[in-house]
């Protein structure tokens, strides 16, 4: 089993819906958790950090972290064409590492 | 966040040549780490960037392929050597303010070999 799994998509949306992408991890000690957004030909850039379990809303982005259930989330509201990107899923090992572990990423397209 | 830049940009390389990429930060900070993103690959950690002393190299990079160096807290520089077309990637430097918390890339370094 991988360590962060994140479906490939892509992920297709009507503008101006909400766009949900989901991200599962194997590492229980996990307690932090990430979400980037990267561009094709970009780099990756963060866009929220969620650290407790419940809802974390930032704009039109809300992350949802359930650690019972080794899951995490991320919405976006009123989806925009400009939001069409890979979005990545990085847990925070908390080892002496404290390492990101990026999953393969979610494709999201957002039609006008 | 600090700033991070990283040359070249992208280059273009041929097979048995070693190339250098640097990465500068505008303010000192404590964890500077490389990354390589494979075409249509996530993210892979290569190594942590030490100041001062040897990297730290993940599961699967050695040090003879990827030499780096971090002389300052905001300088550090990779080297892949004697590349390979599978050695084509995006490579990426980023930096963390403290032990733990939220990590920033560079713009990345996008190399093919030929």
């Known amino acids: 089993q991988k360590e962060v799994e994140q479906n490939s998509g892509p992920l297709s949306v009507p503008e101006g819906a909400i766009a949900s992408l989901n991200c599962t991890y194997s590492?229980?000690?996990?307690?932090?958790f990430f979400w980037y957004r990267q561009y094709s030909g970009k780099s990756p850039e963060l866009i929220m950090s969620?650290?407790?379990?419940g809802d974390k809303e930032d704009g039109r982005f809300t992350a949802q972290l359930n650690k019972a259930s080794q899951y995490v989330s991320l919405l976006i509201r009123d989806s925009q064409p400009s939001d069409s990107a890979t979005y990545l899923c990085?847990?925070?090992?908390?080892?002496?590492?404290?390492?990101?572990?990026f999953g393969s990423g979610t494709r999201l397209l957002v039609r006008p | 966040s600090a700033v991070i830049s990283q040359k070249p940009s992208r280059d273009i390389c041929q097979r048995g040549t070693s190339l250098t990429i640097q990465c500068q930060v505008d303010s000192q900070v404590t964890m500077m780490f490389w990354y390589r993103q494979q075409p249509g690959q996530s993210l892979t950690l290569i190594a942590t960037a030490n100041q001062g002393s040897e990297a730290t190299y993940e599961s699967g990079f050695v040090i003879d392929k990827f030499p780096i160096s971090r002389p300052n807290l905001t300088f550090s520089t990779l080297t892949v050597s004697n590349m390979s077309p599978e050695d084509s990637s995006i490579y990426l430097c980023?930096?963390?303010?403290?032990?733990?918390?939220?990590?920033?890339f560079g713009e990345g370094s996008r190399l093919t070999v030929l």
């Open positions: 990085a847990p925070q090992r908390v080892d002496s590492s404290y390492k990101l572990i």
């Open positions: 969620i650290y407790s379990n």
């Open positions: 980023s930096h963390r303010t403290g032990r733990t918390g939220e990590l920033f």
């Open positions: 590492d229980r000690v996990s307690q932090s």
